[in-house]
C-alpha cells in the first residue's frame, strides 16, 4: 500500500490549493479526485470576482490554470471517489478507485452538490430537460424556452448565462427577496428575454419522455397555472459530499463538517477546507484560502507526530 504524508481528497479549488502548499513543504501528496480536477468552476460559465482578473475569466479557463500550477508540483493523483476513510490519527487508511492509501494526515476538500427540489418524477426527467448545470445543459436548449428555479447567485447568474442561448429564460423564486447579489439581479431585469417569477413554487413537472411543462403556483394567492417549457435548471442550494467520512466526525445541521478556524475537524488529523465545510461563503477564493490554511495545519500536525 503506497504512504503518503497526506491524501487530498477532491480536486476543485481546496483542494488544489492544499495539494499545491504541501507539496511546496516537502510533504508526499496524494489527491484523489473522482472526476476532472477543477470541480464547480468547469460548471461556472464566467467569474467576475476572483482576484486576478479584472476583466473575469471562463470557468474552464481559471481551472485549466490551477491545474496548470498543480502540474508543476510533486503530487500523486488518483482518479476515483474515495468511499471511506478509516483508522487512527496518523494511520488514515482511505479507500479510493478499489485501492487503499494511507496517509497521516487527510484533507476532506470534497465540495458540495446540487440539492433536488423533490419533486416527483424528477429523477427520471434528468438528462430528458431537468439539469443541475446551465453551462453543461444549455446549449441543448438554443432558442428554446427555459426555466430556472431558485434565489441565490448560482439561480442568478445562471439565468444570465441562459439568456445568451435560449429564447425566453422564466426564473422562478419561492420568495418576493433575491439572496444572491443586486448587481446580477439588475442585469436580470434589464434583459429583454427574461421574466421573473417571485413567490413562486413549481408544484407539478409534466411529460412522459422529456420534460414539457411545469405547474406553478403562486404562494401567497395558492393560484396554479401551466407554463410550457423545454428546460429546467435547478439552482435551490447545496449540500456537502461527506457520506465517506466516519460517522463520528462532528457535522451541522445540514450535514457540512464543522471546523475550527485552522480547518480542524473533530477527529485529530482529519482537516476539511472549501464548500464542504459550515461556513458562511462558499466562493473559489474562500475555498483555495481554506486549502492554503488546512495544507499549513496539516503540516504543523505532522511536525508534531
Ligand atoms: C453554477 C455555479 C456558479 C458559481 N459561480 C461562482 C463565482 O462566480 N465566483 C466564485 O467565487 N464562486 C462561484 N461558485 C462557487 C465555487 O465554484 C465553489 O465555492 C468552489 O468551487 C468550491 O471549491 P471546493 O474545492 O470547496 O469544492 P468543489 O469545487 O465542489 O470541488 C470538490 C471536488 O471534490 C470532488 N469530490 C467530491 N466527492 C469526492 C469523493 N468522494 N472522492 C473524490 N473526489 C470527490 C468533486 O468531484 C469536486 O471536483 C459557483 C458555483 C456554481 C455551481
Request: charged share 20%.
Given at each position: 500500500?503506497?504512504?503518503?504524508d497526506a491524501?487530498?481528497?477532491?480536486?476543485?479549488?481546496?483542494?488544489?490549493?492544499?495539494?499545491?502548499?504541501l507539496?511546496?513543504s516537502a510533504c508526499?501528496?496524494?489527491?484523489?479526485?473522482?472526476?476532472?480536477?477543477?470541480?464547480?468552476?468547469?460548471?461556472?460559465?464566467?467569474?467576475?470576482?476572483?482576484?486576478?482578473?479584472?476583466?473575469?475569466?471562463?470557468?474552464?479557463?481559471?481551472?485549466?490554470?490551477?491545474?496548470?500550477?498543480?502540474?508543476?508540483?510533486?503530487?500523486?493523483?488518483?482518479?476515483?471517489?474515495?468511499?471511506?476513510?478509516?483508522?487512527?490519527?496518523g494511520?488514515?487508511?482511505?479507500?479510493?478507485?478499489?485501492?487503499?492509501?494511507?496517509?497521516k494526515t487527510?484533507?476532506?476538500?470534497?465540495?458540495?452538490?446540487?440539492?433536488?427540489?423533490?419533486?416527483?418524477?424528477?429523477?427520471?426527467?434528468?438528462?430528458?430537460?431537468?439539469?443541475?448545470?446551465?453551462?453543461?445543459?444549455?446549449?441543448?436548449?438554443?432558442?428554446?424556452?427555459?426555466?430556472?428555479?431558485?434565489?441565490?447567485?448560482?439561480?442568478?447568474?445562471?439565468?444570465?448565462?441562459?439568456?445568451?442561448?435560449?429564447?425566453?429564460?422564466?426564473?422562478?423564486?419561492?420568495?418576493?427577496?433575491?439572496?444572491?447579489?443586486?448587481?446580477?439581479?439588475?442585469?436580470?431585469?434589464?434583459?429583454?428575454?427574461?421574466?421573473?417569477?417571485?413567490?413562486?413554487?413549481?408544484?407539478?413537472?409534466?411529460?412522459?419522455?422529456?420534460?414539457?411543462?411545469?405547474?406553478?403556483?403562486?404562494?401567497?394567492?395558492?393560484?396554479?397555472?401551466?407554463?410550457?417549457?423545454?428546460?429546467?435548471?435547478?439552482?435551490?442550494?447545496?449540500?456537502?459530499?461527506?457520506?465517506?467520512?466516519?460517522?463520528?466526525?462532528?457535522?451541522?445541521?445540514?450535514?457540512?463538517?464543522?471546523?475550527?478556524?485552522?480547518?480542524?475537524?473533530?477527529?485529530?488529523g482529519?482537516?476539511?477546507?472549501?464548500?464542504?465545510?459550515?461556513?458562511?461563503?462558499?466562493?473559489?477564493?474562500?475555498?483555495?484560502?481554506?486549502?492554503?490554511?488546512?495544507?499549513q495545519a496539516a503540516f504543523i500536525f505532522l511536525e508534531q507526530l
Open positions: 500500500m503506497k504512504s503518503y491524501v487530498v481528497i477532491g480536486g476543485g479549488p481546496a483542494g488544489i490549493t492544499a495539494a499545491m502548499y507539496a511546496r508526499s501528496v496524494l489527491m484523489c479526485e473522482q472526476l476532472a480536477p477543477g470541480g464547480q468552476v468547469l460548471m461556472t460559465d464566467f467569474l467576475e470576482n476572483y482576484p486576478g482578473h479584472p476583466k473575469g475569466v471562463k470557468g474552464y479557463e481559471l481551472a485549466d490554470l490551477f491545474i496548470a500550477h498543480l502540474e508543476n508540483l510533486p503530487v500523486d493523483r488518483v482518479v476515483g471517489a474515495a468511499d471511506s476513510v478509516t483508522g487512527p490519527a494511520k488514515f487508511i482511505t479507500r479510493c478507485a478499489g485501492h487503499e492509501y494511507a496517509g487527510v484533507l476532506a476538500c470534497t465540495g458540495a452538490r446540487h440539492r433536488a427540489l423533490g419533486l416527483e418524477r424528477e429523477d427520471e426527467l434528468i438528462g430528458r430537460g431537468v439539469s443541475y448545470c446551465a453551462l453543461c445543459d444549455g446549449n441543448f436548449f438554443r432558442g428554446q424556452t427555459v426555466a430556472v428555479v431558485g434565489g441565490g447567485n448560482s439561480a442568478l447568474e445562471e439565468a444570465l448565462y441562459l439568456s445568451k442561448i435560449a429564447g425566453k429564460v422564466y426564473l422562478i423564486h419561492r420568495r418576493e427577496m433575491f439572496r444572491g447579489s443586486k448587481i446580477f439581479l439588475d442585469r436580470l431585469k434589464g434583459t429583454a428575454n427574461v421574466a421573473i417569477l417571485p413567490d413562486t413554487i413549481i408544484a407539478e413537472l409534466h411529460g412522459d419522455s422529456s420534460l414539457t411543462g411545469l405547474t406553478l403556483r403562486n404562494v401567497r394567492s395558492g393560484l396554479e397555472q401551466r407554463l410550457p417549457i423545454d428546460g429546467l435548471f435547478v439552482y435551490v442550494g447545496i449540500e456537502p459530499a461527506t457520506d465517506f467520512l466516519p460517522a463520528e466526525l462532528q457535522r451541522d445541521a445540514q450535514g457540512f463538517i464543522l471546523t475550527d478556524v485552522e480547518m480542524r475537524t473533530s477527529i485529530p482529519i482537516f476539511a477546507a472549501g464548500d464542504t465545510r459550515s461556513k458562511l461563503c462558499r466562493q473559489v477564493i474562500t475555498a483555495a484560502g481554506d486549502g492554503a490554511t488546512a495544507a
